[in-house]
């Protein structure tokens, strides 16, 4: 009895040593693709604004209180329509006390003109009450130029696109009140790193991807490159035309994708099968480091100029863990 108890526990610990080799001892598990063939299109990713060609933001040049709106956002305007009116009581007075003080002078300047003929005072006189009569006049003619600025005007023919003015609000110099433009035809206004634009250039062709409109194809064309970039973001603005029937409206955002260089038929691996210009592949059960070149890449596939064909078995995604030689087994499904 003593025997087979024994017996037993030689074939238990015979069959757990057996399991332990077969477990460190079995084949990796890895996932495997082969090379596809397509288009491989490098691009340059940017955010953008939708907004009109033409257009101009309209402020006060003056900080007064709003007395009048014309309340026309989204109607026709032209050039030099009143859009608001600014409290201009205060600068009236002004004028009007300077007017008053025109008179005089005035009047003092014909009575010594008149003494003058008479020979009862000199010229010296009547030179300086000319001289002061002058002076009032120009500061009545800068009063009136300023009163114009409490008549907030368009500066162009076009639609009132955006109005945040309101009665009774503080027009203050810099705020933007109206938004005056020409709703079509739009542009895409675009902030490029200063470490893409090199590769940007005028003509090509851009996808657009927009909230507003998802899983829709929307497109652009690259119009416009600011010479001068700006050294604090270290970006160039670029515009891109839309074409006239584009969904898009003014003041959406978009993601920009700008289409810089296109390759046809090329052979093409996932980009998480490909590290430090290297893909393994499985041959004859063993892991095998296949150097490559690769050319464009994208965030899912890069395209692959030398190194492996059509036919390789390529694990994906790249075994970081995994060493050259390394015995495996391809997954179900891979």
């Known amino acids: 009895m003593r025997a087979l108890r024994i017996l037993i526990l030689l074939v238990a610990a015979a069959a757990i040593a057996a399991g332990g080799y077969w477990y460190f001892t079995r084949p990796a598990e890895v996932s495997v693709v082969t090379p596809t063939r397509g288009d491989a299109a490098e691009i340059v990713y940017a955010a953008g ?19 009048w709106v014309c309340n026309c956002e989204g109607e026709p305007v032209s050039e030099g329509d009143e859009l608001a ?72 023919d076009g639609v009132v696109l955006r109005q945040d003015a309101e009665v009774g609000e503080i027009g203050e110099p810099g705020v933007v009140l109206f938004w005056v433009g020409r709703p079509s035809p739009l542009i895409v206004v675009a902030e ?60 959406m955002s978009v993601d920009v994708n700008i289409v810089t260089r296109v390759s046809e038929n090329a052979l093409l691996v996932p980009s998480v099968a490909v590290s430090g210009g290297a893909v393994f592949t499985v041959e004859s059960e063993l892991l095998v480091r296949r150097e490559v070149e690769t050319g464009i890449r994208g965030t899912e596939r890069t395209e692959i100029l030398s190194g492996i064909d059509e036919t390789a078995q390529i694990v994906s995604p790249f075994p970081e863990e995994m060493e050259e030689g390394t015995r495996v087994a391809i997954a179900d499904g891979g």
């Open 49 to 67: 604004v939708i907004e009109p060609r033409t257009w101009a933001k309209v402020t006060a040049l003056v900080r007064e209180r709003i007395t």
């Open 85 to 156: 009116k600014l409290d201009d009581t205060e600068a009236r007075a002004a004028l009007a006390e300077l007017k008053a003080r025109q008179e005089l002078a005035l009047a003092e300047r014909d009575r010594i003109a008149l003494l003058v003929e008479r020979n009862v005072v000199n010229q010296n006189e009547l030179d300086r009450a000319q001289s002061a009569l002058t002076q009032i006049e120009a500061l009545v003619a800068g009063q009136e130029a300023r009163l114009a600025n409490y008549v907030i005007s368009a500066p162009d």
């Open 192 to 251: 490029v790193n200063e470490e893409d634009i090199p590769s940007v250039d005028t003509s090509q062709q851009a996808l657009l991807r927009s909230d507003a409109f998802p899983g829709r194809e929307l497109s652009a064309e690259v119009e416009s490159i600011t010479p001068k970039g700006d050294p604090v973001t270290k970006t160039y603005r670029v515009r891109l035309s839309l074409p006239g029937d584009t969904p898009l409206r003014i003041g």
